[in-house]
Nanobody, 115 residues
Framework: QVQLVESGGGLVQPGGSLRLSCAAS????????MGWYRQAPGNERDFVAR???????NYAASVKGRFTISRSIANNTVYLQMNSLKPEDTAVYSC?????????WGQGTQVTVSS
């Protein structure tokens, strides 16, 4: 099991930016994949972005070109830089970590995009 702590959520105006952080309790080299997901009220949890331990990334079509996932090996932290935010990006954002057949989740952080 990997302990994950997200931070960086908040209220931002449309067109603004936020950077989310997800701190892991172990080295990112020992985690196969780390990802960001989001869940809006009344919706299922949706994939946003992922990065594997080799550094390869994938994005959902809805965020490609606006969001960037990155990592700091030294800090055991994965980031999600979110630019050009839209009201429809409003959701609870959670990170996960996959190690073998085990997936761990953080507690989530609220992102609200509103004027």
């Amino acid at each position: 099991q990997v302990q994950l702590v997200e931070s960086g959520g908040g209220l931002v105006q449309p067109g603004g930016s936020l950077r989310l952080s997800c701190a892991a309790s172990r080295s990112l080299f020992n985690i196969n994949v780390m990802g960001w997901y989001r869940q809006a009220p009344g919706n299922e949890r949706d994939f946003v972005a992922r990065i594997n331990n080799g550094g390869s990334t994938n994005y959902a079509a809805s965020v490609k070109g606006r969001f960037t996932i990155s990592r700091s090996i030294a800090n055991n932290t994965v980031y999600l830089q979110m630019n050009s935010l839209k009201p429809e990006d409003t959701a609870v954002y959670s990170c996960n970590a996959v190690v073998g057949s085990t997936t761990s989740w953080g507690q989530g952080t609220q992102v609200t995009v509103s004027s």
